[in-house]
């Protein structure tokens, strides 16, 4: 199982960015995924998750209105398109599923200058 996220990037508070996560070596659309984000000398937290068949999302209260998350299940990738970035988003990004069942991959880090 490998998980791989790109993405990230550094820009100014207000900008935005889109995340992609691409999962292989497990059935991508039988699982619930899920997005976190880890910041210096705090603990993963959850960000925003997605159905297997991505009829239902949800979203931590800091992002809500500003991040959106999506799936293609035919490209085995979770996106996560986030808007009006602050600079508490600041953070490394990561997917994996619903209860983080697999190996953690590199992450994908995302700087919001002020």
């Known amino acids: 199982v490998q998980l791989v996220e790109s993405g990230g990037d550094s820009v100014q508070s207000g900008g935005s960015l889109r995340l992609s996560c691409t999962g292989s070596?497990?059935?991508?659309?039988?699982?619930?995924m899920s997005w976190y984000r880890q910041a210096p000398g705090k603990e993963r937290e959850l960000v925003s998750t997605?159905?297997?068949?991505?009829?239902?999302?949800n979203y931590a209260d800091s992002v809500k209105g500003r991040f959106t998350i999506s799936r293609d299940n035919a490209k085995d990738t979770v996106y996560l398109q986030m808007n009006n970035l602050k600079p508490e988003d600041s953070a490394v990004y990561y997917c994996n599923t619903v209860n983080g069942r697999f190996d953690w991959g590199q992450g994908t880090p995302v700087t919001v200058s002020s």
């Open positions: 997605i159905t297997n068949a991505g009829g239902i999302t």
């Open positions: 070596g497990f059935t991508f659309s039988g699982f619930a």
